[in-house]
């Protein structure tokens, strides 16, 4: 499966990621990525100009609602005038929002 434009940015050709932190606040979606094997790049993206427009869980009884989660997929699509919309589909939780392109900032093992 080929990686979409937003996980080749995020992820830079780095194993499957998980969640370890999702925080909402007026205007700015923070998102804490960190590879679950080889080298362990933290990988930090402030989403601007943020509106949130879903979210959907998906309870387990083995697995609570807080991060860690593992991402299934993230996905982008322009919308136009430096916006887009992000889905980003976990294990547990699914989170829809509009905001502009991330400002990312890296940490951990040499890159």
């Known amino acids: 499966m080929l990686a979409t434009t937003i996980e080749t940015f995020?992820?830079?050709?780095r194993a499957v990621h998980g969640v370890?932190?999702?925080?909402v606040s007026p205007g700015i979606?923070?998102?804490?990525?960190?590879p679950w094997a080889g080298p362990q790049v933290h990988t930090y993206a402030v989403f601007?100009?943020?509106?949130l427009t879903y979210v959907e869980s998906y309870p387990d009884e083995q697995k609570p609602l807080d991060p860690?989660?593992?991402v299934i997929g993230f996905d982008c699509d322009d919308l136009g005038g430096g916006r887009w919309g992000f889905c980003?589909?976990?294990?547990?939780i699914e989170w829809g929002f509009e905001a502009?392109?991330?400002v990312v900032s890296r940490a951990g093992a040499s890159q």
């Open 10 to 13: 995020l992820y830079e050709n």
């Open 100 to 102: 502009t392109w991330p």
């Open 88 to 92: 980003l589909h976990c294990d547990v």
């Open 68 to 70: 860690p989660w593992d």
């Open 29 to 34: 979606v923070r998102l804490h990525l960190v």
């Open 20 to 23: 370890v932190e999702f925080t």
């Open 48 to 51: 601007g100009d943020a509106r």
